[in-house]
């Protein structure tokens, strides 16, 4: 017993060895791999600093000899940025909060109600997803002209505000779920609107934050749409505004490039902020049991 308690620490300190090796192997391969994943978004910040003379220049300029911030004021006077980013970030933010409450009370419906024809539905639903956007842009632009939404919020909001994708998320993170636990609280008087929003979605905050975060980084991308529907500089996005900045009767990529970097900022945020949630809930509905 006692040769057997003085040799026992050994396997653990050997375990923990090959823990810290693997870890350093990956933090060594994460650190030469990130300058190769990151090298466009750098070179455009470098670029966005370099005045013009440096990158029109038979020379590679990597870095500006001479950093100025001249690109950034040009690029917010030449076009309204400011309220694109505003507008943008309505946009998106409204279409976040109704894709993630539309695609919840969708999978609820189809994880935790029995009704005829249920497991049809939620096919009918999926079938959407092989159908393009670009199919159906015509036939949407013409309904919503018809309705005098044009260059207004609810023409880029009120069209995505529920999503397949979505429903199918939730809901595989839904079945995750006993009935019983449905059961239990049916039986204590809990109504299906409280069940959902003040148990089931707590409950669900990886799904939750996945939706979110792939909802509002594709929000904020968007760009066919939003320029057929918007006329109006007032109403443009930062997508549209991005393309505004280049002249082709000027050398404006320094100047593209300043504002490329101010418009995308916001989903490096929010994307380095719910990175975790995202992958997390990608990857929670996956697996059951």
């Not at 038979?58 to 500006?64: R, S, Y």
């Not at 994880?111 to 999926?126: Q, Y």
């Not at 929003?197 to 934050?209: D, E, M, R």
Request: aromatic share 14%; hydrophobic share 55%.
């Amino acid at each position: 017993m006692e040769g057997y308690g003085v040799s026992q620490p050994v396997p653990k300190l050997k375990s923990r060895f090959r823990a810290w090796r693997l870890k350093g192997g990956y933090l060594i391969l994460n650190l030469l791999a990130a300058p190769l994943i990151l090298l466009p978004l750098l070179y455009a910040v470098s670029v966005a600093f370099m005045p013009a003379g440096d990158l029109f220049t038979t020379k590679l300029n990597l870095f500006p000899t001479h950093p100025t911030w001249t690109n950034y004021s040009s690029a917010l006077e030449s076009v309204p940025l400011g309220r694109f980013v505003f507008n943008s970030f309505v946009v998106a933010s409204l279409i976040t909060l109704g894709q993630v409450v539309s695609c919840a009370l969708a999978a609820f419906s189809f994880s935790f109600l029995r009704f005829r024809g249920r497991e049809w539905a939620f096919m009918l639903v999926m079938s959407t997803m092989m159908i393009p956007g670009e199919a159906t842009i015509v036939s949407n632009y013409l309904m919503v002209s018809g309705w005098q939404w044009i260059d207004t919020y609810q023409v880029l909001i009120v069209p995505y505000l529920t999503s397949a994708m979505g429903i199918f998320l939730f809901r595989q993170f839904f079945d995750q779920f006993p009935m019983a636990l449905y059961e239990s609280a049916r039986l204590c008087g809990c109504s299906n609107w409280r069940f959902l929003f003040s148990l089931l979605l707590p409950l669900s905050k990886p799904a939750v934050g996945a939706m979110a975060v792939y909802t509002f980084l594709n929000a904020w991308n968007m760009y066919l749409w939003p320029l057929l529907v918007t006329g109006n500089t007032a109403m443009r996005t930062v997508q549209i505004g991005v393309g505004m900045l280049d002249n082709p009767d000027a050398q404006s990529i320094t100047l593209m490039m300043a504002g490329v970097v101010i418009v995308i900022l916001p989903s490096i945020l929010v994307f380095a902020l719910g990175e975790k949630q995202l992958v997390r809930g990608m990857f929670a509905g996956a697996v059951k049991g």
